[in-house]
């Protein structure tokens, strides 16, 4: 792999599941997003861009922070974002992957945060979404599928993300979890690393 200096820009993408059951781990959930941009601001130049998503009569995609340096970052609210509606996680991930080409950086990390499966595209298939992640994954960029409170992998299996970059977690350890994915971020932004995650990895997001 080839290491890079912090002057290597990283454009990070958070694509999260605002649907009515999140509810109760949102306050939480916002909270582990802003440590992670937190942490993020500390390694270099990182641009930040969030996509909050839900259905409601069709799909809600809403971006509160576009390209955001993540030395700048002010933290995200409640205010600006609150569950409802229902998962409509293909037309999302459509909608995010596309704004991802258009900034074209080379190094690219992108995570979907999700607590359930999809039930109400309209607008891209399975196979569509699988094949947006797959041109991800083609341009070296780093794709992770991180599932709250639910067993992840089956759903991101079906858009072919891979069990070894799937991460479960559980209310509670939200941060936890989000810490491990901007170490994560860093080692890509620096190396190009996309490995796998180790045991330990997943013992640190399940607050073991």
Request: proline residues 2%.
């Given at each position: 792999?080839?290491?890079?200096n912090?002057?290597?820009e990283?454009n990070a993408?958070i694509?999260?599941?605002?649907?009515g059951?999140?509810a109760?781990r949102?306050?939480?959930a916002?909270?582990?997003v802003?440590?992670?941009?937190?942490?993020l601001?500390?390694?270099?130049?990182?641009r930040?861009?969030?996509?909050t998503?839900?259905?409601?009569?069709?799909?809600?995609f809403?971006?509160?922070r576009d390209g955001?340096l993540?030395a700048?970052?002010?933290?995200?609210?409640g205010?600006?974002a609150?569950?409802?509606?229902?998962?409509p996680?293909f037309d999302?991930?459509?909608?995010?992957?596309?704004?991802?080409?258009?900034a074209g950086a080379?190094?690219?990390s992108?995570v979907?945060?999700?607590?359930?499966?999809?039930?109400?595209?309209?607008?891209l298939?399975?196979?569509?979404?699988k094949?947006a992640l797959?041109?991800?994954r083609?341009?070296?960029?780093?794709?992770?599928?991180?599932g709250?409170?639910?067993?992840?992998?089956?759903?991101?299996?079906?858009?072919g993300v891979?069990?070894?970059v799937t991460?479960n977690?559980?209310s509670g350890?939200?941060a936890?979890?989000?810490?491990v994915l901007a170490a994560r971020?860093?080692r890509?932004?620096?190396c190009g690393?996309?490995?796998a995650f180790t045991?330990a990895?997943?013992?640190?997001?399940a607050?073991r």
């Open positions: 792999m080839i290491r890079v912090k002057n290597t990283l993408y694509l999260l599941d605002r649907s059951s999140m109760h949102w306050v939480e916002l909270g582990a802003n440590g992670y941009a937190a942490k601001a500390k390694w270099g130049s990182v930040l861009t969030v996509a998503f839900d259905g409601l009569d069709g799909l809600q809403e971006v509160p955001v993540a700048n970052w002010l933290p995200l609210t205010q600006e609150e569950p409802r509606g229902n998962t996680l999302a991930v459509g909608r995010l992957v596309r704004r991802a080409e258009l080379e190094r690219t992108i979907v945060m999700t607590d359930g499966e999809e039930n109400a595209s309209t607008e298939t399975q196979k569509g979404a094949m797959a041109r991800c083609k341009r070296g960029w780093d794709v992770v599928f991180l709250a409170d639910f067993d992840a992998f089956s759903q991101a299996a079906s858009v891979a069990a070894g991460l977690t559980a350890h939200l936890a979890s989000l810490d971020a860093e890509y932004a620096e690393d996309i490995a045991e990895e997943r013992e640190q997001a607050g």
